[in-house]
Every structure is written in C-alpha cells, then in structure tokens.
C-alpha cells in the first residue's frame, strides 16, 4: 500500500523529484465479444486484439460496416471483459473441446443450438436473455477452458504493451448482478503486472463469490502469493439501487475500522462517469446545484424512481452518488477514525462492442446494435420497447492520469495515489494542488506544477493539522482541450463534516471566463449559446481557453473535516444526438432529446483532517 500524500506547513513531496509532468488519457473500462453480455447483444466479431488496435488509432470495421477510428489515440487501456465464464458463448457455438468435454458445456451447446431456431425477434430476445443468466451462472466441471481464456487475455495486453508509447493492462470486471437482483456493485479489477504474475490466477467473479469482502480477500492473496499490485474500481454505484455505500458490510453489520481499512485500500478510485450515465450526484441529493441534473441514468434499478416521493428518493439516491458518499465517508471517518469511501475520481466508457470511441461527434455506442444509424436515437436500449431509449445513453467518458510516464508501474502507481481526475470525453488539462501558502501570483507562474508541488500536495492527497492561522489555499490550473470547445468555469465542491455530526456540501465559483462576476450569493450568470443544432455546430467565440486561479476557503473551520474537488465545466457544445441528426438526415427530433451538452472534468479530492 502506498503511503498517503500529507501536507502541512512545511511539507514539499516532490521539491526534489521528477514530478508528473503529463497527463495521459485512456480508458480503463472497456468489453470485447469475450464478455457474455457483449455476444448475446450483437458483438460477434470484434475481439481484444481489435479493441487495442481501435484505441492505438488503427480503423477497425464497426458491426455496422462502416469504418471506426479514434481522431486521437488513447495512451492506455484495460479490456475488462466480465469474469464469470467469460468467452464461453462463442466458444460453446463453436464446440470448443474444453467445453464439450463437459456435461455443463454439451447442456448449453444444446440450449444455443435450440435458440437459433427460434424465428420471432421479440421471443428470441427473451430466449436469449434466458440463455444469457444461464451460461453466466454455469458452472463448468473444469477450469481448463477458464485458464485457456485468461491466459489469451494476457497475452493480447503482453502483445500491445508498448511502454513508452502505449500501456495495455491486465484486467477484468467483477460483475454482482443477476436476474432477481439486478442491482449492481460491479468493480474492475486491474493488475499493475505481466504474464509471469497475472498468469499465476484466474479471474474472481460471482460464481466465486458475491460479496466484496472475498474479493479483497482475493487481491489479498494475489498480492501475497506473487509480490504483484492489484486495485479495483466501482463503477455503476447509480445502479446499486441504495447498496454501493450503504454503511453496513455484506452481512448487514456496521463498518469496523478494519472494513474501513481494507475498502479504502483495495478501492482508491471510483468510475464516476460513462456510457450509462453520470455519478456525481443526484438533482434530489444537491437542489442547489445548478449543474447536477446531468446524463441522469433512470434504468434497471432506477426506474422505479417514479414511485417513490422525494424523501424516499433522497434515502436511495444518497448511497448511489459519489459526492454524497464523500460525505459519509467523512461521517465514518469521524466515527472510526477511518475513512472507507476516501476515492479518487476516474471516468471511463464501458462499450460492450470493443470501441472505446466517447466523442460527441464519433460516438459508437455501448453495445454493438447501437452503433451509429438513422434510427439510433429513438431506439428503445430493449429490443421489447420499454421507456428507455438509446439516446438517453451519454457519450462518455475517459481516465485522466497525472504520471511520469506512460508505463504500467508509473500509471498504476498515479491511480494507486489518485492523482487522476474524470473527464466526459474531452481532453481538457486539470491542475489541482492544496496547501496553506499559496499566493495570488502563483496562479500566474510559468513553473506553476513545480510551485504546486512544492507548496502543497495535489489532487488525491490529504492536508491535515492545520498551522495556527492559516486556512486552505487551492491552485487551480484548466486548459481546454486542444480540439475542443472554451471553458466557462472552474468550481470548488466542498464537503463537510460539523460538531454535531451533521454533513454538508457548497459549490464555489472559483473562476469564471469572460470576466464574469458572481453575485453576493455567489451565483454566476451563464456563459450563453453559441451552438447551432441544426448544423451541429458551435463556436468558441464564448468562454476561455485556459482558467487559473488560487483559491482560498474563506469558510474554513480547523476542526471539521472536510473534502475539497474541482469541477470543470465547458462551453455548451452539441450533444452525439445532434451529430447523429446532421449525419443521417434525421428529421423531427422528440421534443425530449437532449441536443446539447455542457462537458466537464472531475477531479480527484483533496482532504483535510484537524
């Protein structure tokens, strides 16, 4: 485990060392036809050889025919294809003998041959999606097949392992969802190693267990047993219907000090943005926040939200978003003197159809039936109808990591210190330092990362003891993405815990572009609208191309503990809907499609403790 990053008045972590001077871009989320789910939904040919080559810039043949590729490479990604029996569908089509040599492998080789007989789509689907739990949940008499997979797995990331260039690594998805319980409390599982360490286990899925606890236990033993490093990120926790920071362990009992330990030690990073969805927090959970309503996921086990009045939804809601579990892991911190929700922030894409492709204007949808097509937008996400629709899905999002190059260890070990934000696709540059001596003037140096090194600790550390008299200063740097639109602001959210228990949270205009003002109240006016829906179109003849600012908590009491992050919010742009519009022809849009959208960055928090 790393040491946490600490600062106080004296404080200089990197005055001496080579600190990160880039940034790198990628995706840590990404399935290919080996994942179930990925198959069963139409990816039957795009493989992690594909999905490696389509994020180093190569074209790839989407399902659709027609040609994909990145306008820019990604600098790393994990192909985290789901663990339980993964690769066993098209293997069972093709008879694979490791599977027929099994009574459970010749079962399901039967059931899919009966499954393509069936000639009704909507009964097919439902068949399928029988079939699809089934093979999920089997349990095959032989890990021959398990291992045979896995060790493909590795070898596709051995293959496109360029460091220096291009960093591929090892991983897999942890997946606790099932028919009956369709909420998730799904985890990536990524390992800093190789083959000669990696390829010493096997993936840990449900059929292993359905209980976080066991796996930790797991990344315990890996690390145990061969020396390696291996973290998991959640992702989804909107998804959890109230259980992915619920304050109770897998037995419903109360955290202790050690569960706090171990959750804040396996899990440093949180997914909080992505296809299905954005988890920064919930329009019920902050009213006051002008900018929460956005990409709000409503399916699978928030669709029932409708049914419940507001302060039902506050109790479900608050257990499910990041920012609100930021507070309650102040809550527990204060009550074990250990913090189990303390993460750094990361975004990535979850596609199913191997193409880590988030652009607004080269979005290629999650799985491979929702690849760009005249029809995409008003598509239900079941092919038997429902409310949701495929527009509703966000065209998001990427891991921002600030490392000192790009390998697996310097990469890995930036994720292990969360010095990583989330960005929804955008490519934008996040500085963000704490500390109790920053200047004004600082903002505007030349060497400003060496100044906020040297002064503070940045994004992902923890200032604490507060010197007599001083209260936090923030340095804040955000350039716009090379390719991309202006910048309207750069907000502070801070989280709170106060005497009497209580939990709190405010969002600060920290800087505003085209020299706007906030209120009194702290209000700002908005940027304006230079986007042209028709055209899909937008100009950044609003906004600015570069914010930097120090900022100073004038609210800041030196007992209560507290949370600091940065959220960066672009210019309007025109959303993939309005892309998909121009390209295609489409004419008379449902009134409730989202056209437009206001991009932004998350960055990791940085703590105070009295």
């Known amino acids: 485990m790393s040491p946490a990053i600490v600062a106080d008045d004296s404080y200089s972590p990197y005055a001496d060392q080579n600190y990160p001077r880039n940034v790198y871009f990628g995706d840590t989320h990404l399935h290919t036809y080996f994942s179930l789910d990925a198959y069963s939904r139409g990816n039957r040919k795009l493989t992690p050889n594909d999905a490696y080559r389509f994020a180093k810039g190569e074209t790839v043949t989407a399902h659709n025919g027609m040609k994909a590729r990145l306008t820019r490479p990604l600098d790393f990604l994990v192909v985290a294809d789901h663990a339980e029996n993964m690769g066993a569908w098209s293997a069972l089509e093709l ?107 096997l993936p840990f899925s449900q059929i292993d267990s359905r209980k976080p606890e066991d796996l930790w236990a797991y990344m315990a033993d890996y690390e145990t047993k061969t020396g390696g490093d291996i973290l998991a990120i959640p992702h989804n926790s909107y998804l959890s219907v109230g259980h992915m920071f619920q304050l109770n362990d897998s037995a419903g009992r109360a955290f202790t000090q050690d569960y706090a330990q171990k959750r804040a030690r396996w899990e440093p990073l949180l997914e909080v943005t992505q296809i299905k969805g954005d988890s920064e927090t919930h329009p ?75 652009a607004e204007n080269n979005f290629w949808g999650k799985f491979s039936e929702f690849e760009p097509s005249a029809n995409r937008i008003t598509l239900p996400w079941s092919p038997q109808g429902g409310a949701t629709k495929i527009w509703e899905t966000g065209a998001s999002g990427y891991a921002a990591v600030w490392a000192t190059e790009n390998t697996r260890e310097a990469l890995f070990a930036a994720m292990k210190r969360k010095e990583t934000y989330a960005t929804t696709g955008p490519r934008m540059s996040v500085r963000f330092f704490g500390g109790w001596n920053y200047e004004k003037n600082d903002a505007l140096k030349p060497d400003l990362p060496r100044v906020g090194y040297s002064k503070g600790v940045p994004m992902g550390g923890d200032l604490t003891s507060a010197p007599k008299g001083k209260i936090p200063s923030f340095l804040i740097h955000a350039v716009k993405d090379p390719n991309g639109a202006n910048l309207d602001r750069v907000q502070v959210i801070k989280g709170w815990h106060d005497k009497n228990g209580e939990l709190h949270e405010k969002i600060y205009n920290a800087s505003l572009s ?97």
Not at 156 to 172: L, M, Q, S, V, Y
Not at 306 to 330: F, H
Request: glycine share 6%; proline share 5%.
């Open 95 to 201: 008879k694979d003998p490791l599977l027929m040599e099994t009574k459970t492998g010749r079962y399901w080789h039967e059931r899919l041959r009966e499954l393509a007989t069936i000639k009704d789509p909507i009964n097919a689907y439902n068949q399928r999606r029988k079939v699809y739990w089934g093979i999920k949940a089997a349990k095959f008499e032989s890990n021959k097949f398990k291992t045979s997979m896995w060790h493909k797995v590795i070898d596709n990331a051995e293959r496109h392992n360029d460091p220096g260039k291009f960093t591929a690594f090892i991983g897999f998805e942890w997946t606790v969802s099932n028919e009956e319980q369709p909420y998730h409390l799904h985890r990536v599982v990524i390992f800093q190693d190789g083959k000669d360490k990696a390829g010493k286990v």
């Open 284 to 358: 019920v959970l902050s009213p006051t926040d002008e900018f929460a309503d956005f990409e709000t996921w409503a399916y699978g086990g928030a669709a029932s939200d409708a049914s419940k009045n507001q302060e039902q939804l506050i109790q479900v809601k608050r257990y499910e978003y990041a920012r609100s579990a930021l507070q309650l892991g102040l809550s527990e911190q204060g009550r074990l003197g250990v913090n189990p929700f303390k993460f750094g922030m990361i975004g990535s894409t979850d596609p199913h159809n191997s193409l880590a492709a988030v």
């Open 514 to 610: 085209d020299g706007r003002k906030a209120n009194k109240n702290g209000e700002a006016p908005p940027v304006g609208l230079s986007v042209n829906i028709k055209d899909a179109s937008y100009t950044n003849s609003i906004g600015d191309p570069e914010l930097t600012v120090v900022w100073v908590d004038l609210d800041f009491n030196r007992d209560q503990l507290a949370f600091y992050y940065v959220r960066v919010l672009e210019i309007p742009t025109p959303r993939w809907t309005a892309y998909d519009a121009k390209f295609f022809g489409i004419k008379n849009i449902p009134s409730d499609v989202s056209m437009v959208i206001q991009e932004r960055a998350y960055t990791s928090p940085i703590w105070y403790s009295p």
